[in-house]
Nanobody
């Protein structure tokens, strides 16, 4: 089992930045591929970014965040990060980190481990 706890959400003005963190405990973090998902009110949970489990693992982004968001991981600290720059109101959502054995996928149903979510609100 892997337990995931997100932090770093909050309220920010459009154009601002936030960095989300996801701390993992339990099963060896370095063998778990990690993803960030988000869910806005009335919408389905969608893939935002993912990073494979190995050092320098392949990274994937949703088109909507490419060039603005950066995912990274520190296996020594059992933590994955999501740096979010140039935030826009449409980025407002609850952000979840998720983990799975094997490589990153974009499908939320592929992930076994989920955090409780952290709210990100971007004002105009």
């Amino acid at each position: 089992q892997v337990q995931l706890v997100e932090s770093g959400g909050g309220l920010v003005q459009a154009g601002g930045s936030l960095r989300l963190s996801c701390a993992a405990s339990g099963r060896t973090f370095s063998s778990i591929s990690m993803g960030w998902f988000r869910q806005a009110p009335g919408k389905e949970r969608e893939f935002v970014a993912g990073i494979n489990w190995w050092n320098g693992g392949t990274i994937y982004y949703a088109d909507s965040v490419k060039g603005r968001f950066t995912i990274s991981r520190d296996n020594a600290k059992n933590t994955v990060y999501l740096q979010m720059n140039s935030l826009q109101p449409e980025d407002t959502a609850v952000y979840y980190c998720a983990g799975r054995a094997g490589i990153v996928t974009r499908g939320r149903d592929d992930y076994s481990y989920w955090g409780q979510g952290t709210q990100v609100t971007v004002s105009v």
